[in-house]
T-cell receptor, first 111, second 110 residues
Framework: EDQVTQSPEALRLQEGESSSLNCSYT??????LFWYRQDPGKGPEFLFT???AGEEKEKERLKATLTKKESFLHITAPKPEDSATYLC????????????FGKGTTLSVSS | NAGVTQTPKFRILKIGQSMTLQCTQD?????MYWYRQDPGMGLKLIYY???????DKGEVPNGYNVSRSTTEDFPLRLELAAPSQTSVYFC?????????FGPGTRLTVT
C-alpha cells in the first residue's frame, strides 16, 4: 500500500480556472510534508515544507495547506507557465532524513 | 552557487557494462541522496549519506554502490548493468530539511 497518494494523476485547467491538488499520507509520526514542482527533463524544484496540521504556506499563485491526513496545493488563477508535475513527499519519524514520494499530479494549463 | 550538479546528462550502456554517475554539491550540505524515477512511479531512494564516510541503503539498493569520501561528492556506481536499471537518476542534498535536486542523468541499458 502506498504511503503517499496524490490525486488526480492529471489535471487540465483553463487559464484562470482555480483548482486544488491532493496529497494524502498514511505515515505515522509526520516530520514534514514537502511539495516540489518538476518540469519535463528537469530535477524537482522545492516549493514548500509544512510541519503541523493547520499550517499554510503561499508563493505567488500557489498555497499549500496541511491536515492530519492530507495536504492540498491550491492553485489560484493559474497561468500556462504553471504547467508541470507537482510532487508531494513526506518524512516520517523512523526514516531519518529520507523522503517518501507520491507519484505526482501532472497539471496542464491552457490559454 | 551551482547547487547540485550531475554528470553525464545522458548515457547508453550495454548489458553487463559498469559506470559511475557523478554528483557534486557546493552548498556544504551534510546529507546526500540518490533516487531513481521511472515513468508513472514516484522517486525511489537508492542510497543516502549523512556525512563523509557514512552511507546507508535506501528502498532499492540492489545493483548499486556508493561512496562518500568528501562532503561535496557522492558518486553512484552501477556494476553489471541490467535493463531494469534503465531510469532517470537524481542526486539530492540537504542540511536536514528540504532536499535540493540535481538535473538528473537519463540512463538506458540495452
Amino acid at each position: 500500500e502506498d504511503q503517499v497518494t496524490q490525486s488526480p494523476e492529471a489535471l487540465r485547467l483553463q487559464e484562470g480556472e482555480s483548482s486544488s491538488l491532493n496529497c494524502s499520507y498514511t505515515v505515522s509520526g509526520l516530520r514534514g510534508l514537502f511539495w516540489y514542482r518538476q518540469d519535463p527533463g528537469k530535477g524537482p524544484e522545492f516549493l514548500f515544507t509544512l510541519y503541523s496540521a493547520g499550517e499554510e504556506k503561499e508563493k505567488e499563485r500557489l498555497k499549500a495547506t496541511l491536515t492530519k491526513k492530507e495536504s492540498f496545493l491550491h492553485i489560484t488563477a493559474p497561468k500556462p507557465e504553471d504547467s508541470a508535475t507537482y510532487l508531494c513527499a513526506v518524512r516520517e519519524n523512523q526514516a531519518g532524513t529520507a523522503l517518501i514520494f507520491g507519484k505526482g499530479t501532472t497539471l496542464s494549463v491552457s490559454s | 552557487n551551482a547547487g547540485v550538479t550531475q554528470t553525464p546528462k545522458f548515457r547508453i550502456l550495454k548489458i553487463g557494462q559498469s559506470m559511475t554517475l557523478q554528483c557534486t554539491q557546493d552548498m556544504n550540505h551534510n546529507y546526500m541522496y540518490w533516487y531513481r524515477q521511472d515513468p508513472g512511479m514516484g522517486l525511489k531512494l537508492i542510497y543516502y549519506s549523512v556525512g563523509a564516510g557514512i552511507t546507508d541503503k535506501g528502498e532499492v539498493p540492489n545493483g548499486y554502490n556508493v561512496s562518500r569520501s568528501t562532503t561535496e561528492d557522492f558518486p553512484l556506481r552501477l556494476e553489471l548493468a541490467a535493463p531494469s536499471q534503465t531510469s532517470v537518476y537524481f542526486c539530492a542534498s540537504s542540511q536536514g530539511g528540504e532536499q535540493y535536486f540535481g538535473p538528473g542523468t537519463r540512463l538506458t541499458v540495452t
